[in-house]
């Protein structure tokens, strides 16, 4: 419960017999929040209740994530998008504005490329194209994700997601690395979906009005792709957040909120 409001969760349930958790809250307009890669609904928290005066907000926990089935194999982006199509149909939504982010904005991509006259309005934020055409981050960053060692690790990715200064004063546990919930075989299903992702040949089926939010400062996906998502997609705009890294929607939270709130 937030702000004395209920968000209420319900179960769906894919084609092949996956339960999709997902969770619904406030009225109006829908709007689906997709996380990143290998995090459930959890990645919004907060940044959630500033939609909720004027939206019904979705989010949704991944197959292999929170209350989500977490079968042995099926993961790609392609499967998570017709997954997010099986809540909006389980939920009675017709037609949504969608917001995804990192993994969730490939997901995102591929949900408005594929399902047009599901998407009213479509947010990318901190994502990519993926493909060979995209901009991959660089071996060092790789090589730090990478650190046998796990807190290493989790301080690295710290470091990519927020600046220092926000860090100071925001000690967390922050909701957006990782769902500490997953087996590790879904955690790696996660990760070879986001990297076969390739929607280059895709992004110029897009007929939703898109905005694309992305941080100066982002090192775990460059920013460099996000003028490369926007000449591909016909009817899209782009807004580069000054000092913000990955997790720009947390740590500058009014100033994007409210971008995608204008822009819907």
Known sequence: MLNGEITLMSRAQAPDGTTLAYQARGSGQAIVLLAGQANSHHWWDGVRDDFIGTRRTITVDYRGTGNSGKPDSGYSTRIFADDVITVLDHAGVERADVYGTSMGGRVAQLIAAYYPHRVR???????????????????????????????????????????????????????????????????????????????????????????????????????????????????????????ARHAYFQEHRQTASELVLNFL
Request: aromatic letters at 2%; glycine letters at 6%; one cysteine or more.
């Open 121 to 243: 309005r479509l947010v990318l934020g901190c994502t990519s194209p993926g493909g060979s055409h995209s901009i991959e981050r660089d071996n060092t960053v790789r090589r730090a994700l990478a650190n046998p060692d796990e807190a290493a690790a989790r301080d690295a990715l710290l470091a990519m997601m927020y600046s220092q200064e926000w860090l100071a004063t925001h000690p967390g546990p922050q909701n957006t690395l990782g769902d500490p919930t997953m087996p590790a075989l879904t955690r790696r299903g996660h990760l070879v979906a986001s990297n076969q992702h390739n929607a280059c040949d895709l992004l110029p089926q897009i007929t939703a009005p898109t905005l694309i939010l992305h941080g100066s400062d982002d090192r775990l996906n460059p920013v460099a792709n996000a003028p490369l998502l926007a000449e591909r997609i016909r009817d899209a705009r782009v807004h580069i957040l000054p000092g």
